[in-house]
């Protein structure tokens, strides 16, 4: 199975520089790419095509050629997925059309050369005439397996992302049943196996971590906005403010990892074969300013910061590979109005409290009542009342 690890590097400042310059690199290969089929598609009324790209801008970057390539398939799968997507409804959905400053580098099987000890040279090409040496890094553990890919991104600071084979085979199950889940913000993963077993792993200990985070961080940028910009005390409290988000965020890896184990544990021990998961893709960008009403936003900052700190993303990916490794697949899908909607009479209503109460006195726990839904929207596509009669439900924390 292919997996990824994000790891910090060591470089010297000539270097560092230089790896810069290879994400602004990217970024202009991205932009010519938008250009260049724009133009493209303008003269001929087709859509450019991979070897017609490669064309025009093989060699013109100071990059390595295997590196520009892949800028050029990003953007060719990224219009095919907008394609895709609209062929789906999604109207809203746009081509690739943004300019970048910056974009990941990628290096593939070519690009770089491994030494057991941590450094790898990330290769460059003939530029301007020129040999260009490549650009030694050290990482202070290298992943165990086969190196696939190094990605040069950004996450707070330049990083490594080296995707690699672990060696090993996703094992075979016999598993027969579904299984869906709602993931909140205070019960981190609720699941619904059709065998009528339900599992709540709550997630209070990543909501307490992040409100600890925050706390610290909002004492520290009010000590830092009295201090001169460039002072030794306004780089010292900068220091501390990264430390402290740094170490939050191990603890919040730390969590997620322990949260999702435990969910794949329940899901083998009910014989699930596939999880439907709640498509969150929404749920950051509804937090965004309301268009109408920009003051809407103010108003509702609390509940902003507290949707879009929720790592769902982080937690679907970890469930991804874990899942995967024990040969079950994970399946996202629609989850609008899941949570809101009653199974019974399909009466519409906000949830306040922990349980979902329905006039017609259907009751159930807030997030096993949107798992279940979503089990119901993926299976019937609809919200309607699943027949199962709900035997067990496991309560877990993450930590233990
Ligand atoms: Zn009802």
């Not at 810069?20 to 991205?30: E, G, L």
């Not at 809407?296 to 902003?304: D, F, G």
């Not at 906000?350 to 109460?357: E, I, N, P, Q």
Request: hydrophobic fraction near 30%; charged fraction near 30%; aromatic fraction near 8%.
């Amino acid at each position: 199975m292919i997996r990824a690890l994000k790891t910090t590097f060591r470089t010297t400042k000539k270097d560092l520089k230089r790896l810069f310059a290879c994400n602004r690199n990217s970024a202009q290969v991205w932009n010519d790419c938008l250009q260049y089929a724009n133009e493209h598609h303008l003269n001929t009324g087709n859509w450019i095509n991979k070897s017609e790209l490669q064309q025009l801008t093989r060699g013109r970057y100071n990059l390595h050629s295997q590196s520009i390539q892949s800028v050029q398939e990003r953007y060719l799968q990224a219009r095919t997925n907008a394609w895709k997507a609209k062929q789906q409804g999604y109207n809203h959905i746009r081509y690739p059309y943004k300019e970048k400053k910056n974009y990941p580098t990628r290096w593939k099987k070519d690009g770089f050369i491994i030494n057991p000890d941590g450094r790898i040279e990330l290769k460059m090409c003939l530029f301007n005439g020129k040999r260009q040496p490549p650009i030694k890094v050290k990482v202070a553990k290298l992943p165990p397996g086969q190196i696939k890919e190094i990605e040069l991104t950004w996450d707070r600071q330049l990083m490594l992302a080296i995707s690699y084979e672990d060696g090993y085979q996703p094992q075979e199950n016999n598993n027969e049943g579904m299984a869906a889940i709602d993931l909140g913000e205070i019960h981190g993963i609720a699941g619904f196996a059709e065998n009528g077993h339900s599992i709540i792993i709550t997630s209070r200990k990543l909501r307490s971590l992040k409100r600890l985070r925050n706390k610290k961080t909002g004492d520290l940028q009010n000590k830092i906005s009295r201090c001169q910009k460039g002072s030794r005390r306004y780089k010292k409290l900068r220091r501390a403010m990264a430390k402290t988000s740094r170490k939050t965020e191990r603890q919040q890896r730390d969590i997620l990892h322990k949260t999702s184990y435990k969910f794949v544990k329940w899901a083998e021990a009910n014989k699930v074969n596939q999880v439907i998961a709640g498509d969150v893709e929404g749920v950051q960008r509804e937090t965004k300013a309301h268009k109408k009403n920009p003051r809407r936003r103010q108003k509702n900052r609390m509940t902003n910061q507290k949707l879009s700190q929720w790592p769902f993303g982080l937690l679907l990916t970890y469930l991804a590979y874990k899942l995967q490794f024990k040969g079950i697949a994970l399946t996202k899908t629609d989850e609008s109005y899941t949570s809101q909607t009653c199974p019974v009479c399909n009466r519409k209503k906000k949830v306040s409290g922990r349980t979902f109460r329905c006039y017609c006195g259907y009751t159930e726990h807030r997030d096993i009542h949107g798992a279940k839904n979503i089990l119901a929207k993926y299976k019937y596509g609809a919200i309607k009342d699943l027949g199962i009669k709900q035997t067990k439900v496991t309560y877990l924390r993450p930590a233990v």
